[in-house]
């Protein structure tokens, strides 16, 4: 426990007998949880990014009889001020507006630190909240590198707090049923999963120099990335295709589907192998990220193969944003967060899972908040950093490529049947979308990986960035 919270929860119970001590008490107390909260008082929450997702998170804490949401933490004061004055009508009381996390964190009174910020941030945030005591809600991809995800499930263990992924697939019922199908054998022995992230994006616009708005904190929203230029024309949401700040759509939309295909195939740490190739296709903008891209993960006798697709295409075998089970008496078709399709052998429907929503996720994240067990939550830290992990040593391999002819790559990849269909309809998806096969395909590094150690013999500096202080995620949590 925490000084600060050592200190609000002897503060509470002094206040508690002193009402006793006083007479009749009009609030019911019964056993206290762990958190040093009164069964019947509500948790406090501070969301901490609240535009887009972040909407999601507050709407949900302030719309419940057990928490409350006391904090809103966002650096574009204009974003904080809307979510404010949205939750204010939803519950009845405005929160504290607040710009910098690490004075959200000092007060002890908050209980539950939820952050949908970019993704540079995610660990960071996240660390210093553990370490002040607070539980985490984190938004996928839990981290922006391999080491980052790995230290936040350290800190959470160190500290003993509950740390949720935001991979609400896991908690989904219709989800959990089918992965559960997946596993128990019906569909013979499953050696590939396909992810797919077939998600059409345009253009971000030309690259050139940008200001940041107004009502923006540029040095607290660049945080650990070093202070740059703003090449992008939109300041929100597009820094999500520059490295400096994002992950790609692999990281951004594709994660869940990572995670989804990790889980299905039960594989519990970083693979062994992982190659990647593609490139920025259809249009020169201020995007850096790959929108076209396939990731191969090898786990021994198992693969992950895992394609990106940001111009327009047909879905494949009914699912665009989704997972694709291969099995030797069938295959499942997710084609959603909710569930799947079963196929035999010769296509013939055998029987559909589909149920859930958000509202499952952030249950079973306040259910172990309450119980202080992390093997409560189906989304702990550490399955959202394994699947991140993955992400992230795809684009490490698209990084360290060649550029080659669409030729070459062929060539290269012919000797695996699965490879080479896959780049077959790569090359024939480019096509539909008028792309010249005189183009390059950035042909990433086989990188062999110590999936024990998370590393990759020879590619340390890969792993991690170097941090502007003193937003520095540090080493020792």
């Not at 019964?30 to 909407?55: F, M, N, P």
């Not at 539980?135 to 080491?147: F, G, I």
């Not at 059409?200 to 230029?229: N, Q």
């Amino acid at each position: 426990m925490s000084l600060n919270r050592r200190r609000f929860l002897e503060d509470s119970l002094l206040a508690a007998a002193a009402a006793l001590a006083a007479g009749p008490v009009t609030r019911a107390y019964g056993d206290e949880d762990k958190l040093g909260r009164a069964a019947g008082e509500k948790l406090s929450v501070a969301c901490v990014g609240v535009r887009g997702r972040g909407a999601s998170h507050y709407n949900f804490f302030a719309g419940r009889s057990d928490t409350e949401v006391t904090y809103i933490c966002d650096v574009d004061e204009k974003v904080a001020n809307r979510a404010a004055d949205g939750i204010a009508a939803k519950q009845g009381r405005r929160p504290k507006i607040e710009k910098d996390m690490r004075k959200v964190f000092e007060d002890a009174s908050v209980d539950i630190a939820c952050f949908a910020t970019p993704n540079h941030w995610h660990a960071l945030g996240a660390i210093w909240a553990i370490q002040a005591g607070k539980d985490v809600y984190l938004e996928k991809p839990v981290s922006h590198n391999v080491t980052e995800g790995r230290r936040i499930v350290q800190a959470a263990r160190k500290h003993k707090r509950i740390c949720q992924s935001g991979t609400q697939s896991r908690s989904n019922p219709g989800m959990r049923q089918a992965v559960e199908y997946v596993q128990s054998g019906k569909l013979g022995t499953v050696k590939l999963a396909r992810g797919l992230c077939y998600k059409s994006r345009p253009s971000i616009g030309p690259k050139g120099d940008y200001k940041p708005p107004a009502e923006v904190d540029y040095d607290l929203w660049s945080g650990p990335a070093p202070i740059l230029p703003i090449t992008r024309p939109q300041f929100h949401y597009d820094w999500h295709w520059q490295w400096a700040y994002g992950n790609g759509d692999l990281g951004n939309q594709g994660i869940h589907q990572m995670d989804i295909a990790r889980w299905g195939l039960g594989v519990s740490d970083i693979g062994k192998t992982v190659q990647s190739y593609g490139g920025r296709f259809g249009y020169v903008d201020a995007g850096e990220t790959a929108n076209t891209q396939v990731c191969i993960h090898g786990y021994g006798d198992k693969k992950i193969v895992f394609e990106v697709r940001g111009l327009k295409t047909k879905p494949l075998q009914g699912a665009a944003v989704g997972v694709i089970f291969y099995g030797s008496e069938g295959y499942l078709v997710s084609p959603n967060y909710m569930g799947g399709t079963v196929f035999d052998k010769d296509g013939n429907r055998v029987t559909t899972f589909n149920s859930g929503n958000d509202a499952h996720h952030f249950a079973n994240f306040l259910t172990a908040v309450r119980s202080r067990k992390h093997e409560d939550l189906t989304g702990d830290i550490l399955e959202g950093h394994l699947s991140s992990a993955l992400c992230h040593l795809g684009n490490i391999s698209y990084v360290l490529g060649e550029r080659l002819p669409m030729g070459e790559v062929k060539e290269r990849l012919k000797s695996d049947s699965e490879a080479a269909e896959t780049f077959d309809r790569f090359v024939a998806h480019l096509a539909d979308n008028r792309v010249s096969d005189k183009e390059l395909i950035i042909f990433g590094e086989q990188l062999k990986i110590d999936p024990a150690k998370e590393t990759i013999p020879g590619k340390a500096i890969m792993l991690t960035r170097e941090y502007r202080k003193p937003f520095v995620v540090p080493e020792t949590v």
